[in-house]
């Protein structure tokens, strides 16, 4: 069965740090890959996603995210966080172009920032 | 522009309760509907989704049950309500642009005593 990997539950950094939060699935056919945000208090909202074309795909509030389709992987980075930053990141995948289109989803990092 | 709404946003329960969980959208139709539960340390787990009108798919065996009883309304219930059925409710849309983006509801927080 297919299924999305977030090996960092939660990451602690320093403001101005750089950022990476890994994301893996298991599925070998054509995949979407999205990156989602939840800030304390808010709902969930797309962060970027990718669908095909360039592998580095820009999302906002200056993240990326990089498909990298022979490890499966696709991470979120980020050169500099700020404590607004602060927040719950969900990787997810959704497997078909058509139909119900589920997203499946990782289990999420939770991302604190230190000023 | 779209919208989609849930309530109630909080709700304690005791155990062997009944449950009714409402979500509606509005400004798009014949959206797909989706509930999803986020417990703590276990991300966001799909429990049923909507392609239509009565049309109803479970993605896991639960104790819970979901129905549409309109193209925009997403019900999510139970007849007895179970301590781990606790957690963080969502309901989410997405339209027919098939662009995969999902738009989430403030979610429904449940605890069951």
């Known amino acids: 069965a297919q299924s999305v990997s977030q090996h960092n539950h939660h990451v602690i950094l320093s403001e101005a740090a750089s950022l990476e939060l890994g994301c893996n699935y298991s599925?070998?056919?054509?995949?979407?890959l999205f990156w989602y945000v939840q800030y304390p208090g808010q709902h969930l909202q797309l962060l970027l996603k990718?669908?095909?074309?360039?592998?580095l795909v820009k999302g906002i509030k200056g993240f990326e995210a990089e498909f990298i389709k022979s490890k499966f992987s696709f991470n979120l980075r980020k050169p500099s966080v700020q404590w607004s930053d602060t927040a719950e990141y969900f990787c997810?995948?959704?497997?078909?172009?058509?139909?119900?289109?589920?997203?499946?989803f990782g289990t999420g990092t939770r991302l604190t920032v230190i000023p | 522009s779209q919208t989609i709404h849930q309530w109630p946003a909080t709700l304690v329960q005791p155990v062997g309760s009944p449950l009714s969980l409402e979500c509606t959208v509005e400004?798009?139709?014949?959206?797909?509907l989706y509930w999803y539960r986020q417990a703590a340390g276990r991300g966001l787990q799909l429990l049923f989704y909507?392609?239509?009108?009565?049309?109803i798919s479970s993605e896991v065996p639960q104790n819970l049950s979901a129905s549409r009883p309109q193209d925009r309304q997403f019900i999510l219930s139970s007849k007895k309500l179970l301590l781990s059925d606790s957690g963080f409710y969502l309901c989410?849309?997405?339209?027919?642009?098939?662009?995969?983006?999902?738009?989430f509801g403030e979610g429904s927080r449940l605890t069951v005593l």
């Open positions: 989410a849309w997405k339209g027919q642009s098939n662009t995969g983006e999902l738009f």
């Open positions: 599925y070998g056919g054509t995949v979407n």
């Open positions: 990718y669908f095909s074309g360039d592998p």
């Open positions: 997810a995948v959704t497997l078909d172009q058509t139909g119900a289109n589920n997203l499946f």
């Open positions: 400004g798009t139709s014949n959206p797909n």
């Open positions: 909507s392609v239509g009108i009565g049309q």
